[in-house]
């Protein structure tokens, strides 16, 4: 193996030390940063994630709520519990699990999270701030990725980035990201041609298709830094990414591991999120 290994765990402790500091400092000024995590039905996964996030804000020191409503749960109810929540001065961040149930409509509930508590940074309010440059709360693994790529040295400045995948909660925004941070940006998708030989000219490669292993070596230019957004399950059980690691990892020069890669750092920006909400709070 050549490329250096981006060891996402490692980088989202220490950005979760540095967290721990501020949160000290501004919990002198009496404000604790505040996360409600609502979750409603039983769906596996989530429940996983919920978990983590709840366990994240107590190695913080964050005040966390949990509410875990059943699958029956209607919109009306949702939307009422997310009105009281907006109001309410403890709570900083709203965070509701996706996938919902298929009764309710995600945009209505993306839509009633007040702006400022839009710790997923899915508001369109929100996704419009992050394309004219103005400050605001970002979605947490497109800025994830982005501290992966700084906090190696890999500044996305004057380099070619190119995005594999067009979702709303990755491919979209982390383009955006890189676009503000100096990149040349090309977003590829499904009905891209070519596929591979536009993946080989990156310096910079972002993949978040959630198709298993879907990057070969010969997609990608010596030297270049790969980043697996994916997370997919293979039949024997086992997690792999988008890139097919094994053979990608002779070509590169940096590449993220799954797990342990970007995984590890969508919580992190949530909690970083959640800290700059309870920050803003306070002005
Ligand atoms: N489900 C899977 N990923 C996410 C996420 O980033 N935010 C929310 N709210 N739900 C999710």
Redesign the pocket.
Known sequence: MSAQLIEGKKISDSIREELKQEVEKIKQEGITPGLVVILVGEDPA?QV?VRNKAKACEQLGYYSEVVRLPAETTQDELLKLIDQYNRLSTIHGI?????LPKHIEEKAIIDAIAVEKDV?G?HPVSVGNLMIGDDTLL???PSGVIELLKRTGNDPAGKHAVVIGRSN?VGKPVSMLLLRENATVTICHSRTPNLPEMARQADILVAAVGVAKLVKKEWVKPGAVVIDVGVNRLPDGKLCGDVDFDEVSEVAGWVTPVPGGVGPM?ITM?MANTLKAAKRSSR
């Open positions: 989530s994630y965070l509701v699990q996706l996938p997923d899915f979605p947490c693994t909660i969508t949530l």
